[in-house]
């Protein structure tokens, strides 16, 4: 069983930049696929990036892309979301977790092993 700790979340200015981190325990996580989501007050948790165990393959969503940088390093079982030209809509709580099937990518329902998440709060 896999256990994420997200950190780095914080208070910052529009336009400015955070770099979350993704700490897993447990030795699976570099054999599963992975995957950033958000959730703001009274919303959904919405899909930000999912990650392949490799690192290679990623996909965004499109609120993010081109601002966002998703990568891990499998080796000591990280995962990071760098995030640039950081707007007030990006305002959540941030959330990694762990794919339940090679068929996961953008429903959070297809992920699990939650941490509990790191708030990143943007003003205007």
């Known amino acids: 069983q896999v256990q994420l700790v997200e950190s780095g979340g914080g208070l910052v200015q529009a336009g400015g930049s955070l770099r979350l981190s993704c700490a897993a325990s447990?030795?699976?996580?570099?054999?599963?696929?992975m995957g950033w989501f958000r959730q703001a007050p009274g919303k959904e948790r919405e899909f930000v990036a999912h990650?392949?165990?490799?690192?290679?393959?990623?996909i965004y969503a499109s609120s993010v892309k081109g601002r966002f940088t998703a990568s891990r390093d499998t080796a000591n079982n990280r995962a990071y979301l760098q995030m640039n030209n950081l707007k007030p809509e990006d305002t959540a709580v941030y959330y990694c977790?762990?794919?339940?099937?090679?068929?996961?990518?953008?429903?959070?329902?297809?992920?699990?092993?939650w941490g509990r998440g790191t708030q990143v709060t943007v003003s205007s």
């Open positions: 977790g762990v794919a339940t099937s090679i068929f996961a990518r953008t429903r959070p329902d297809q992920y699990g092993s």
């Open positions: 447990g030795n699976t996580f570099s054999d599963l696929n």
């Open positions: 990650v392949s165990r490799s690192g290679d393959n990623i």
